[in-house]
């Protein structure tokens, strides 16, 4: 079996509740959503093996023990074999995923994302993150089950809703600011 992979590196989660968190990022090709604001090149791609991944992650950083497979949409492609590999090879596999498609067992961590308009398939994760397109996001608490719910900014060139974001979380406290400090601070 192989993998289409757009890049594998090393940095910092930039989102979310691991934000800071050093880890390897394994992001796959491919997405089955074609959202506007995505910032990710589908155009080109490397076929690899689970044990061509396992290799680059250990290249990259011996001492991480942490993996986020990321896209597009990792849950077109990922399964246990890739698990397993990552698993036995002693580190810990996060995803972040679209939630419209089930996932394989055996994951650490689950990020969904949900994007309006799509049928979530995922009925429970780690944590939610909802980019803020201006929709009321709480309908989203009807179709998945999470103890953290983040509300991301939608970030278009130079525009940005964040005053809208932070004013919805203080009338919404359930709620909690998830902001790309990757991009903030220059990193991947």
């Not at 972040?96 to 994007?115: A, H, Q």
């Not at 996001?137 to 964040?162: F, S, V, Y």
């Amino acid at each position: 079996m192989s993998y289409k992979i757009r890049e594998i590196f090393y940095s910092l989660q930039g989102e979310g509740c691991h934000t800071g968190i050093p880890a390897v990022f394994v992001r796959f090709s491919g997405c089955n959503l074609r959202c506007p604001w995505c910032d990710t090149d589908f155009s080109t791609y490397e076929e690899r093996t689970a044990e061509d991944i396992v290799a680059e992650v250990r290249r990259l950083q011996k001492e991480t023990c942490y993996v986020i497979l990321t896209g597009g949409e990792p849950s077109l492609q990922v399964d246990e074999a890739l698990l397993q590999a990552l698993h036995q090879a002693g580190y810990k596999v996060a995803i972040e995923t679209n939630g419209t498609r089930e996932l394989p067992s055996g994951i650490d961590w689950i990020t969904c994302s949900p994007k309006e308009g799509s049928t979530l398939r995922l009925r429970h994760a780690d944590e939610v993150k909802v980019v803020y397109t201006g929709i009321n996001p709480e309908h989203w608490k009807a179709d998945i089950e999470t103890e953290n719910w983040l509300l991301q900014p939608l970030a278009r060139g130079e525009q940005t809703n964040t005053q809208k974001v932070i004013q919805y979380i203080l009338e919404h406290p359930t709620w909690r600011l998830s902001v790309q400090t990757h991009k903030l601070i220059g990193l991947r």
